[in-house]
């Protein structure tokens, strides 16, 4: 084995979609319902399509794979293999059953696209799942920590403060606008295509798009509206940079817990098996966010197939093959790897553990001068312009008693009354809308999930 995937990276349900004997068996799949559609529409008898159905039954991965080390070329391997399984007599070339059936009118793509689309639908839904559960282990965690005060950062300095609630609340809604945007794109992606060799039909006959819809129908996908030998590639860009969009926020979140966990903060934990785990082979103290640095280097891969997927859609005239070895690789790795990514920051989500003592620590450890905004805007209502408040306020940040100054200004006590000041700096005078915010967002993923479970 060479891939970490196989040993390493992934979850068994997304890794079984993308196996070999998986598309196999899909691509079995496609050609049994081009028969159907054959029949349907009066191009071969009902008898000949249940040879083929039957045959499908029958076909083996093995004898395949043996057709392909002489022939060259793995669809048509596939093809002969099933024709093999197909006729009364079993024997190719005789027209004597099914055989002379399979594959009647396609070209390569129609089954592989095909195959492929039926593969993105049942991927993408458990990416949706995923990210059901993601949101959902948001939801609760901020649900319990509506109150949990810490101090926000940017710049990496201590600016203001807020929620840890609705610092989860930011997370739930950046994932809950993924889930929106993988559903609305799900139909567009997820489509084949059986309009023969360049597209146009001509080998299906005056019933090509007839047998097209029934085809598509019966693999419950969509179909290609324009297609050339392929189904647009712009397609498999839009899903792959879905994907990588969300690995971006993944990475946003592990880099988060990363920097909260750093030793000089920690305010959050990820989950650490005191009885078992070994944080360092030498350094036995080491509690280290493994599985978010594990994530950060996971979504970095999925990003970085980007590109090629991009350059896969830039093909010659009607098509060309330049796609095909790149999107083994793209396509796979980007949804196991997003799966798992997925599944290892719900797991940490759920079960971090959030130092609280720690972050009324550091809210301290900030003073009055991260109140230095509330006071200027305090004073800016009182009557005094905002730039002059603004500039006051400023100098005073600099000296080293902020509430002393603040008390024994004139400029200030002109505008504030000392018990003004002090409900002033105090910092959940100051959170804004974040716990209403933080409260929405809980009952909304509680309404999603009620609503689910009446369906």
Same mark, same amino acid.
Not at 66 to 72: A, L, N, Q
Not at 199 to 216: D, V
């Given at each position: 084995m060479i891939c970490p995937i196989d040993f390493r990276y992934g979850r068994e349900k997304m890794k079984e979609i993308f196996s070999r004997e998986k598309r196999f068996e899909l691509m079995l799949e496609v050609e049994t319902s081009l028969a159907y559609a054959h029949y349907v529409v009066g @191009?071969?008898?009902?008898?000949?399509? *249940?040879?083929? #159905?039957e045959g499908a039954k029958r076909v083996k991965i093995e004898r395949a794979d %043996? /057709? %392909? !080390?002489? /022939? !060259?070329h793995d669809v048509m391997a596939m093809v002969k293999a099933f024709s093999e399984a197909c006729g009364e007599s079993g024997g190719v070339g005789e027209g004597k059953g099914g055989e002379r059936y399979v594959h009647f009118g396609a070209t390569s793509n129609d089954i592989t696209d095909s195959a492929t689309a039926i593969q993105l639908k049942l991927a993408i839904s458990l990416l949706k799942q995923d990210l059901n559960d993601l949101i959902k282990k948001f939801a609760e965690r901020a649900g319990e920590n509506v109150d949990t005060l810490c101090i926000g950062r940017t710049h990496g300095q201590f600016a203001l403060p807020l929620t840890f609630g609705y610092k989860l609340t930011v997370f739930g809604y950046e994932f809950i606008r993924h889930l929106r945007r993988i559903e609305a794109i799900e139909k567009r992606v997820c489509v084949g295509k059986m309009?023969?060799? $360049?597209? &146009?039909?001509?080998?299906?006959?005056?019933?090509?798009?007839? $047998?097209? =819809? $029934? &085809?598509?129908? *019966?693999l419950g996908i969509g179909y290609e509206e324009g297609p050339t030998q392929i189904v647009g590639r712009d397609r498999y860009i839009e899903i792959i940079s879905v994907i990588a969009n969300i690995a971006t926020s993944l990475e =946003?979140?592990? &880099? %988060? /817990? *990363? @920097?909260?966990? *750093?030793?000089?903060i920690g305010e959050v934990y990820e989950y650490f098996d005191v009885e078992k785990q070994v944080g360092s082979s030498t350094m036995a103290q080491k509690r280290n966010p493994i599985t978010c640095e594990n994530v950060c280097g996971l979504t970095r891969i999925i990003r970085g197939f980007l590109s090629p997927?991009? #350059?896969s859609a830039i093909l010659w005239h009607e098509r060309d093959l330049t796609n095909s070895s790149a999107e083994r690789f793209i396509l796979p790795h980007c949804f196991v790897l997003?799966?798992?990514?997925?599944? !290892?920051?719900?797991?940490? /989500?759920e079960k971090m553990w959030v130092n609280r003592e720690r972050m009324e620590e550091n809210l301290k450890m900030g003073g009055d001068k991260i109140m230095?905004?509330?006071v200027m805007l305090a004073l800016t209502r009182k009557g005094m312009s905002r730039q002059e408040a603004h500039e006051l306020i400023r100098k005073m940040t600099q000296k080293?008693?902020?509430r002393k100054e603040l008390f024994s200004d004139e400029k200030i006590t002109k505008f504030l009354s000392k018990k003004e000041i002090k409900d002033i700096l105090k910092y959940e005078n100051y959170l804004g809308v974040s716990k209403k915010r933080t409260i929405d967002f809980v009952e909304e993923v509680e309404e999603v999930k009620e609503v689910k479970k009446e369906k």
């Open positions: @191009n071969i008898d009902e008898k000949d399509y *249940r040879n083929i #159905e %043996e /057709i %392909e !080390k002489e /022939i !060259k309009m023969g060799g $360049i597209g &146009t039909g001509a080998s299906f006959g005056e019933k090509a798009m007839e $047998i097209q =819809k $029934i &085809t598509m129908d *019966r =946003k979140l592990a &880099t %988060e /817990i *990363r @920097n909260l966990q *750093r030793s000089e997927m991009h #350059e997003l799966d798992d990514a997925l599944a !290892k920051m719900s797991n940490v /989500i230095a905004e509330s080293e008693n902020f």
